[in-house]
């Protein structure tokens, strides 16, 4: 089958791979739909290493092809979700509720990061039982790929701040993932929503998934603009996406007292905690983190959204690329060409 | 001033009272928009005891007329929402969060039950600090009235089932209340909603608060028609909204495992747990009640979700009158003339 | 092997049955030492019904005899402890954190219940991945056989009613379940915690788990003497261990306003809510119930429990007896002779 | 009366005030007991700044002296605890269930920070309808002193970090909030607890307190001693209670995925968070951070941990001052002479 592997720091390809074989607990599903994230762009540059060889990619949408023996209440030909977290359920983090960390740090993040990824034309599946989401017949492929990763993250952000009915949210930087946490603090109940952004395009997507007002950190001062469309009182979740100093550090100072920074970014070099945001450990402020929610329930969950709460996220799919052509797209979408947000990636 | 009196059951008149002056930590606001709560109908009936001679009512909005010592940051001739639940802020319940029950049971609720209340011209506001609400100038009276009481009730049904994101819900009844906790369910980031009601006028206003299905008590089976509707499932979430015992019932056995029967109605007689719905006690099963939040913070809030998130429960006004016939209008509300839902008194 | 049988209401035997071989995911274990539940009284007397033919029992220490395939980290020889209730982990339930209704309801108790259970010399354990808990060399089986469930359930009573430090609490009825519920309570946080129990040697026994008071409802009236011992006021925590009217109504009525009924016990017949205790609704009341909570990690930490706070539940195995006298030991457990708590099995 | 005035840094000295008067709302209480602590240390030193001429002292002990009009339930002469933090109960924050920041960031201190404070015959204690505790007869001052600041503060790191039943807890400095955070993580209900401490009394002392395990910083490197006293694990909560960067950023690196960092540290300087301990912000990691929760029925509720659960705090007054010898006791304080932990302060 072809797969896009990576070879090493700024080498991909597309290669002929074996097609996968399930064992007992696994499924094998043919790839139909998925995309390029912007994690699978650090890993081209080298900066997220995974060993060479590898097949990148963690966001399936497909059918199943083949399932191992154990893994019942399924059918070969069945359209399929799978959240680019695949937790095995049965290990001292999973039950413990904490699914993303499966097996250690990070651990639940398995596709395109310790075994092969859904950039391909087969993938398999591990712990299919707990990973498999069928797909309802009244919502398509391009309406569910986006929710294994960027919605499940962007929308976990206002769950992990346990956003309350009526507060007031800000949320730095709107590419892919902080959209999707704008849509999150809406359909979470958040009263004034204010995202940071420069990019127009992506400012008036923010308006369209929620938020009130954009602010443009090229054109004013964040903080006291935040603070101003408060009325002085700042907000009571900040959410990071984008994971660089500046933000960590603006979202922080304009939370209110006993405010929560949610943060989604993944952060590299230094990281500072400016103590005049942080009251000095004594403004009762929570920082929490939250790597991407999986597990088939959570597709389902995510699913019902689309189904029945007009959530669409196909619209952020700008455009669209055969497998074939995935190495073009990676530089499309990384060079941000042409106002992408997401691109499809069809085998 | 002219104030709505209770004089014993089945008894109550427009009476000339004097007009209440402002002690310390208190406030006098002049009425301009007040409502009749399905609660004032129980007290009219006599099935709630309140002392004879106390005036009704307890969803004021107004302005300040008169501000006690002690009482800082207002200014007469505000315009202000106070919620229908009072709090000191200051007492041993208070203090642990439960504002509802301030002072003991249900004593957070002083409006028309242990104190006069808002259907009339003036209104003494007890612990006016904790309590005044300023109305932003961008919204009006109209928009804000059933904030009071029916808003933050309805509401806090989800809120107090901490729904989460994508939970599958069913409120059963959609009077005023229930039709604010479909709302409060969509608002809190409901999946599917589902409403149970006969009322052709009331379903109608079911779906624009956000239920997807409507299940006619009278025509289908309730609890197997919404088992079909969760695919055999069950919901997450049942709310009730009437305070009788079918109801309270079917919510219980709609419910999947470890679901959560988040009850609002006010009940008489005798209620009793179906055991099979309740797994004999061994389904996880929760069952939580809430009275209407109160305070001033609370109002803002919700007066937040107005502005900023479209709430707009105006148009459940369905009907106006002027103080003068008030008595009229209880008529009228209580009998459910002309599909009304909620009736505007302006003194 | 040996095994006890059901065979119908009020017959059990011990019998020959063919020693388990573990398929795939699962695990053989010996059993060197387990008990006899309440609940297994109830299976005997015919009031839960499971299959004749059944072996009987959920509580299993034993050492591992034989691991299927796919079952990671463990070897043959290694003492183990496993949770009455074994999840599987990859269902829509165990995926939403509600491990015990793994699979629908009540679903995650399979021993002696849908499976055979662990009065036997040998037991296959399903999902062992998930459930297979070794035992730390410095505690012994005794110390742990009563983790497996009244320890698991009794400790639920305080953590899922989520008590706060300095909580007042009131357990209704010291019985094994109970008796664990006091001590949960006190390992919560608790402040005054009361024990409501007539037998002698079990209020002996409450006042060694940490109860204060113990009020004897053969001699005083339960509901005003929790009022005289918490001034007036009532208890914020209020857990029902005995599954009956009396103790159900009893412990809504000691509640404060806004006070949580935790609820461990098993109703049958009528089960209903008294008004006066539960405000007509309007009390912020919350009743939430709580089947034991299981899987490899759950033991882990109850272990730890044992290991580090000087949890001790060895004194609560009053009496011994070996497998080929268990019918003997249902007997004197149900007619609770000799001040009986728990009785020790092994074969 | 005689008060210790701060007249600017590292000058403070006994003076002659006049004795306060109780305005509506308020009550004047005579001391009968108070104490120093850290932070009044970073105030002498002109660390934390405040305007010269302030009464310090915020752990208040006495007998009602003054009652303003407007304050209910309450005798001259009562013995009443004050906590250090005294909210409003009636602010945006307050209502909002942030009492602590009561008014504006860190709002809820005002004794020996905005307002005079403890170390002084008398004490004008605002909103005291609030915040006059009654101290019940079975208890002394000196068991109660400590529960204003330091048990309050010590007690919530496990609150606020949510600590469940058997979680694993690192608790880094054993000063006297050190040991109260010891102490509070083994009523919540830990199960292994580690101290950090290189002080021989202070690490006797956190075995007192509940510690099972000493790591001394200055013997071996903390995080590899303490993941192997974990199995290699680290712990599901890391409290850090000294507020310097060596322990903050190691209270992450103990951490196990998706644990929690509960800081009660008052910070200066740079803070940085270690991005190895971090995850780079995707382990589903916490920072949460805890302000002296205050208030009457806080105080009420660690009362009733002294009552009933034998905490006993007064072993940690470890010496005893007159007011008049005041200046003293901070130098004695200050320099941690004779292995003192707390100095008990008597007008």
Chains 1, 2, 3, 4 share one sequence.
């Not at 990070?106 to 596709?111: A, D, S, V």
């Not at 993932?177 to 940071?196: H, N, P, S, W, Y």
């Not at 923010?206 to 443009?216: C, D, I, L, P, S």
């Not at 005049?276 to 790597?291: E, R, S």
């Amino acid at each position: 089958m072809k797969a896009l592997v990576f070879r090493g720091p700024n080498q991909i390809g597309i290669e002929d791979v074996p097609v996968p074989r399930a064992g007992y607990g696994e499924a094998v599903i043919r790839i139909t739909l998925t995309t390029i994230c912007g994690t699978d762009l650090h890993i081209l540059k080298g900066e997220y290493p995974v060993r060479p060889g590898l097949v990148l990619g963690h966001e399936p949408v497909g059918t199943i092809h083949e399932l191992g023996p154990g893994v019942n209440g399924y059918e070969v030909g069945q359209r399929v979700l799978v959240g680019a977290i695949t937790p095995c359920g049965q290990c001292h983090f999973c039950l413990s509720g904490h699914w993303s960390q499966c097996g250690g740090p990070i651990g639940g993040w398995k596709f395109g990061n310790t075994i092969n990824g859904a950039q391909a034309e087969y993938l398999l599946v591990p712990n299919a039982q707990a990973n498999l989401a069928k797909i309802p017949d009244d919502i398509s492929d391009e309406q569910v790929v986006l929710l294994a990763d960027i919605a499940s993250t962007g929308f976990s952000a206002a769950e992990t701040a346990d956003l309350q009915l009526g507060d007031s949210v800000a949320v730095f930087a709107q590419g892919p993932i902080g959209l999707c946490a704008t849509l999150g603090a809406r359909l979470k109940g958040a009263g004034l929503i204010i995202a940071v952004e420069s990019d127009p395009k992506r400012s008036e997507a923010a308006r369209r998934m929620g938020a009130h007002f954009v602010v443009n950190p090229e054109k004013s001062d964040v903080v006291s603009e935040i603070k101003r469309l408060t009325g002085g009182q700042g907000v009571n979740v900040a959410i990071e996406a984008l994971g660089i100093q500046r933000t960590f550090e603006n979202a922080l100072r304009v939370l209110e007292p006993a405010g929560t920074l949610s943060s989604l970014g993944v952060y590299s070099g230094k990281l500072e905690v400016p103590l005049d945001g942080f009251a000095a450990g004594l403004g009762d402020h929570k920082i929490v983190t939250t790597l991407c929610p999986g597990g088939k329930e959570r597709m389902r969950r995510l699913m019902d959204l689309v189904r029945y709460r007009g959530v669409d996220l196909a619209p952020m799919l700008t455009h669209s690329f055969s497998l074939q052509d995935i190495v073009k797209a990676y530089h499309f979408f990384g060079e941000r060409r042409d106002g992408v947000i997401k691109v499809a990636i069809r085998p």
